[in-house]
DNA sequence: AGCACGATGCTCT
DNA sequence: GAGCATCGTGCTT
């Protein structure tokens, strides 16, 4: 059984909140130990421009944040909390930094992999998700629209806007308004087609 | 089921 | 030196 291309670089270049939307449903693929681990993208934030003040590019381009200023359909990976490696899609045209925060996958291929790597745990967090996967700081810039990269993301089923659930993002504790409060975090249920 | 807290190290001021 | 796009545990309702 073969794999469906990734998404197209197109894809990612265009407005972050219609990006954000459209990976739910999506599968994130990534080869980890010689194994294809993969997982249905349920949940994402979008975070847009330096004048969005959750947005990590607030503080405008530094080493961290340069690769969120490149073209879009790259991997922005970065370290918080001592211990946790987040996954981005970066987004819109090169020279704009915005990505889109991918927070929960629900697992498909490699379940024993990942059932071991989680303890047993569920893979729907932000943190979760890279630990599941084996995704850290080596995959920062890497092509998600390519295979070869080892980290790339397909198209999946189309997600109904009616099943889609937006509300304000999460972890902005000190963010200042309007912005800790925008609508920017989607998320839907497969299993149980909008409400959990 | 809900909150408080500690772990742990990088980034930017 | 402060803060962090978090998680798991342990304790209280």
Redesign the pocket.
Known sequence: MRSNAPLPREFYQRPTLVVARELLGAKLNCLSDGVNLSGIITEA?A?IGEEDL???????K????AV?YGPPGHA?V???????W?L?AITEREGFPA???I??IDPIDGLDLIATR??G??T??????T?ALGID?TLNGVDLTLCSSGLWIEPGEKVDDIVILAGP???????PEPWKSMPWRFRYYPRTQGRQ
């Not at 530094?62 to 944040?65: A, G, P, Q, V």
């Not at 970065?78 to 946790?84: D, E, K, L, P, V």
């Not at 729907?124 to 998700?129: E, I």
Request: aromatic letters at 10%; glycine letters at 12%.
């Open positions: 934030e975070y959750g947005c990590h590019a607030k503080a405008g530094t080493k961290r944040t969120m922005y970065y370290f918080t909390y001592g211990m946790h987040m981005n990505a889109v925060l927070r929960a989680r303890a745990r569920d729907a967090g932000p943190a979760k998700l630990q700081g993002r999460i972890g902005l504790n000190t963010v």
